[in-house]
């Protein structure tokens, strides 16, 4: 039977094909608890890591409007910024942990903030979209349950890339099947028993009363699929010799290349590199026209030619902030696709920084 046959019917009908496809979402739900580390019940299908991610801050902040002080950071992806500037207008007391220079989260820093904003929600990603920093957030975790404060992690970018046990432990979570290779449009919020959480969404009594609306019954059986091809730590050995590769290559063959992050724990996928003097969009467009897909700033804001938040508040200025590309390899990446790579930026930057020069 075709993925499509299998989520033919309305999951919420009582007839045999309504069963049938209830029955396979909830076959994914276990494929996704076991990849996440959680239980099934825990499981909340959402459209993705977006949505996901303004569930557990905005579902938070419903439970008690009045109470709600939320301290973040100003590397969070758009989804979590954005509902933290939203809550800021509702009236919501929000906090910034600013992260060092090149990027590091101090760890005194964070608690000097718990201690002095006292926040009841704390929202830190496990790992940054764009530099592939990953954050302490078993310390952070130590410190919010012993404050009794709840604790929301962006885990879009460690899901399948770190082992769950650095992440699961937070009380709500967010993820996404298309860092795995699933479908793009279907996610999760994981919300850890015990946790409260208010919908957002309403019309029907899906996912527990959580999120109201007929399931993506056809994304969330990709989303199942991809978990029983989720990568293995062989995979990130592998990832982390190629992007070592990579990134000592570039650094030593071409002046003026910096990598962001480059002193702290990365996860081994991404590359964000500055390379002076080469305004990013003119590379990833000279890039593109080989098919190489790079980025400029994160994926997820691609268009916008807004330097990247993250990288200013890593300290970067505007222009060197639109200096920089982010590298990503998958678990099909070979070293010839490096050696390809590599070989049209270092052409790439010659030929321009030459013909600046004449
Ligand atoms: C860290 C992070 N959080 C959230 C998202 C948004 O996830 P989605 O594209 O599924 O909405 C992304 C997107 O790549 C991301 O990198």
């Known amino acids: 039977m075709s993925l499509a046959q299998q989520a033919w019917g309305n999951p919420s009908s009582s007839h045999a094909h309504g069963r049938q496809a209830s029955e396979n979402i909830d076959k994914s739900r276990i494929l996704v608890a076991s990849a996440a580390g959680v239980s099934p019940l825990e499981v909340v299908f959402t459209s993705g890591g977006s949505e996901a991610n303004t569930l557990a801050l905005l579902g938070t902040y419903f439970l008690n409007p009045a109470q709600l002080r939320l301290l973040t950071t100003p590397i969070e992806h758009s989804s979590v910024r954005d509902t933290a500037l939203f809550l800021e207008k509702l009236g919501v007391p929000v906090d910034y942990v600013p992260v060092e220079k090149k990027g590091s989260f101090s760890i005194e820093v964070f608690r000097k903030h718990v201690e002095e904003f006292r926040p009841t929600l704390v929202s830190v990603m496990a790992v940054n979209n764009e530099t592939g920093a990953i954050l302490p957030l078993q310390e952070i975790y130590q410190i919010c349950r012993d404050k009794k404060i709840t604790l929301h992690t962006d885990a879009v970018q460690a899901f399948g890339k770190l082992p769950s046990e650095t992440w699961n432990f937070c009380d709500l979570l967010s993820i996404t099947a298309h860092k795995i290779s699933g479908p793009k449009g279907v996610g999760a919020l994981i919300v850890r028993r015990g946790t409260p959480l208010v919908a957002t969404h309403y019309g029907g009594a899906q996912e527990i009363k959580r999120r109201g609306g007929t399931e993506n019954t056809l994304g969330i059986l990709g989303f199942g699929g991809a978990c029983t091809e989720f990568p293995k730590p062989e995979d990130w050995t592998r990832t982390r010799e190629l992007r070592d590769y990579f990134e000592k290559t570039?650094?030593?063959?071409?002046?003026?290349?910096?990598?962001?992050?480059?002193?702290?724990p990365r996860v081994t996928n991404t590359s964000s590199i500055r390379i002076e003097g080469i305004p990013s969009e003119v590379l990833l467009g000279a890039l593109d026209l080989e098919?190489?897909?790079?980025?400029?700033?994160?994926?997820?804001?691609?268009?916008?030619?807004?330097?990247?938040?993250?990288?200013?508040?890593m300290g970067l200025s505007k222009q060197e902030a639109k200096e920089c590309l982010r590298f990503s390899w998958g678990k099909s990446?070979?070293?010839?696709?490096i050696d390809t790579v590599l070989e049209s930026v270092v052409r790439h930057v010659n030929r321009i920084r030459d013909r600046r020069r004449k």
Do not use: F, K, M, Q
């Open 333 to 337: 990446t070979v070293r010839s696709d």
């Open 250 to 264: 570039l650094l030593e063959t071409l002046p003026g290349v910096t990598l962001n992050g480059a002193d702290i």
């Open 291 to 313: 098919g190489i897909s790079v980025s400029a700033g994160s994926a997820c804001s691609s268009g916008s030619i807004t330097p990247s938040h993250v990288l200013l508040a």
